[in-house]
Nanobody, 117 residues
Framework: QVQLVESGGGLVQPGGSLRLSCAAS????????MAWYRQAPGKERELVAI???????NYADSVKGRFTISRDNAKNTVYLQMNSLKPEDTAVYYC???????????WGQGTQVTVSS
């Protein structure tokens, strides 16, 4: 059974930092591409960052230079370090992966990030 459990969200002032974690189970983590998405109120879910099994990464233009995605294969955990946070980063952040030849999509339950003074 695939499980993705996010943690680390919260309330932070503009310019502050947060680190999100996503603990995965039920997958061959080291071989899996892992991603972070976010969904703000009234908006569609969007890709924030992705880290491939080979450690290459891609980022949304809106977070480049501020966010860093990383992974610890020994802990089956993917991280999202978020610096210089802006109010427009406020959203529910979701961990995501795809499994198997059918690329079945799995989501975590989400963690709320609120950037406000």
């Amino acid at each position: 059974q695939v499980q993705l459990v996010e943690s680390g969200g919260g309330l932070v002032q503009p310019g502050g930092s947060l680190r999100l974690s996503c603990a995965a189970s039920g997958i061959r983590f080291s071989r899996s591409h892992m991603a972070w998405y976010r969904q703000a109120p009234g908006k569609e879910r969007e890709l924030v960052a992705i880290i491939f099994s080979g450690l290459n990464t891609n980022y949304a233009d809106s977070v480049k230079g501020r966010f860093t995605i990383s992974r610890d294969n020994a802990k089956n955990t993917v991280y999202l370090q978020m610096n210089s946070l802006k109010p427009e980063d406020t959203a529910v952040y979701y961990c995501n992966t795809r499994v198997g030849v059918m690329a079945t999509v799995f989501w975590g339950q989400g963690t709320q990030v609120t950037v406000s003074s």
